[in-house]
């Protein structure tokens, strides 16, 4: 692969920008008004990264009523999923997972080439997906079935470095579920590698994030809290409220003494009263 930055599409827009960008996340009062589906998409990407979970579903649901296009009907079903995900409902995040795969599956249709997300990218949402949700409900033979499927529809020499990341995301998150510390920190490296080439700060920074995670589950507990730290800095600065809860509630588990960790499950607290009031409510331990 080439060494040079990869570029979002051939022809971007603003509000692709601000979706996979340096771009602080705004609110949907802040945002340019969505002009197409695929503006609408990435207004929930937008929101989704800041947390706005009740305006992002919003956004998806306009989607859904302005196109009939089956790339886009099913990214919006896996960002619908991711949304669920990230506040722990798994089994409700693999319907909508599954509702993205049954709608980009089964047909050929490529989307829009180079100026937008095709049909490979929507095929590769629903199966990393997909595969999280095994993992969130503990299916990792599942997980990791979905996993090498993904990676089949991928082609190492093509600069897709949304998909490429996403896959290394949930392959770290499935190794670290299984106790393999070092295969995690293995694609959480890949992860920052390919991010760091692409546009979008989101997307480093979760990277970094889930390396800090690596680092301690290997038992590197000071390195893990020195790069915990920074990603929680890049957090607040870029308002990624999702991160920056994920981010406190992995400092609370590794920080050096008592009060160190004390405050940052504070700081996790005050994220999930904001999220919630943003429209997400976090899955109740036990909860179906």
Same mark, same amino acid.
């Given at each position: 692969?080439?060494?040079?930055?990869?570029?979002?599409?051939?022809?971007?827009?603003?509000?692709? &920008?601000?979706?996979?960008?340096?771009?602080?996340?705004?609110?949907?009062?802040?945002?340019?008004?969505?002009?197409?589906?695929?503006?609408?998409?990435?207004?929930?990407?937008?929101?989704?990264?800041?947390?706005?979970?009740?305006?992002?579903?919003?956004?998806?649901?306009?989607? *859904?009523?302005?196109?009939?296009?089956?790339?886009?009907?099913?990214?919006? &079903?896996? +960002?619908?999923?991711?949304?669920?995900?990230?506040?722990?409902?798994?089994?409700?995040?693999?319907?909508?997972?599954?509702?993205?795969?049954?709608?980009?599956? !089964?047909?050929? &249709?490529?989307?829009?080439?180079?100026?937008?997300?095709?049909?490979?990218?929507?095929? $590769?949402?629903?199966? +990393?997906?997909?595969?999280?949700?095994?993992?969130?409900?503990?299916?990792?033979?599942?997980?990791?079935?979905?996993?090498?499927?993904?990676?089949?529809?991928?082609?190492?020499?093509?600069?897709?470095?949304?998909?490429?990341?996403?896959?290394?995301?949930?392959? /770290?998150?499935?190794?670290?579920?299984?106790?393999?510390?070092?295969?995690?920190?293995?694609? @959480?490296?890949?992860?920052?590698?390919?991010?760091?080439?692409?546009?979008?700060?989101?997307?480093?920074?979760?990277?970094?994030?889930?390396?800090?995670? @690596?680092?301690?589950?290997?038992?590197?507990?000071?390195?893990?809290?020195?790069?915990?730290?920074?990603? @929680?800095?890049? $957090?607040?600065?870029?308002?990624?409220? !999702?991160?920056?809860? @994920? $981010?406190?509630?992995? *400092? /609370?588990?590794?920080?050096?003494?008592?009060?160190?960790?004390? &405050?940052?499950?504070?700081?996790?607290?005050? $994220?999930?009263?904001?999220?919630?009031? *943003?429209?997400?409510?976090?899955?109740?331990?036990?909860?179906?």
């Amino acid at each position: 692969m080439s060494a040079s930055p990869i570029p979002i599409y051939s022809e971007s827009t603003p509000l692709a &920008a601000a979706a996979f960008g340096d771009r602080r996340a705004l609110g949907a009062a802040e945002l340019p008004v969505p002009r197409s589906a695929l503006d609408s998409w990435h207004r929930a990407v937008i929101l989704g990264g800041g947390g706005h979970y009740a305006a992002a579903r919003a956004e998806l649901r306009l989607l *859904r009523s302005r196109t009939t296009d089956p790339v886009l009907l099913s990214l919006a &079903a896996s +960002t619908e999923g991711s949304l669920s995900r990230q506040l722990g409902w798994h089994a409700r995040a693999a319907v909508a997972d599954g509702r993205a795969a049954a709608l980009i599956l !089964p047909t050929r &249709a490529e989307g829009r080439s180079g100026v937008g997300p095709d049909r490979t990218d929507a095929v $590769c949402d629903a199966l +990393t997906g997909l595969a999280a949700d095994a993992l969130g409900t503990g299916r990792l033979t599942l997980a990791t079935h979905l996993l090498w499927r993904s990676h089949d529809g991928l082609d190492p020499e093509q600069l897709r470095w949304r998909p490429w990341v996403r896959w290394h995301w949930v392959s /770290a998150e499935t190794a670290l579920a299984s106790g393999r510390a070092d295969p995690a920190r293995t694609h @959480a490296e890949a992860a920052v590698e390919l991010a760091e080439r692409g546009p979008s700060i989101r997307h480093r920074i979760k990277s970094r994030l889930l390396v800090a995670a @690596a680092a301690a589950a290997g038992g590197d507990a000071e390195h893990a809290r020195v790069l915990a730290e920074a990603v @929680a800095a890049e $957090c607040r600065e870029y308002g990624l409220l !999702p991160l920056r809860w @994920a $981010c406190a509630m992995l *400092r /609370a588990g590794v920080s050096a003494d008592a009060a160190a960790a004390t &405050a940052a499950g504070t700081e996790a607290a005050e $994220c999930a009263a904001a999220i919630a009031r *943003r429209g997400g409510r976090f899955r109740p331990a036990g909860a179906a």
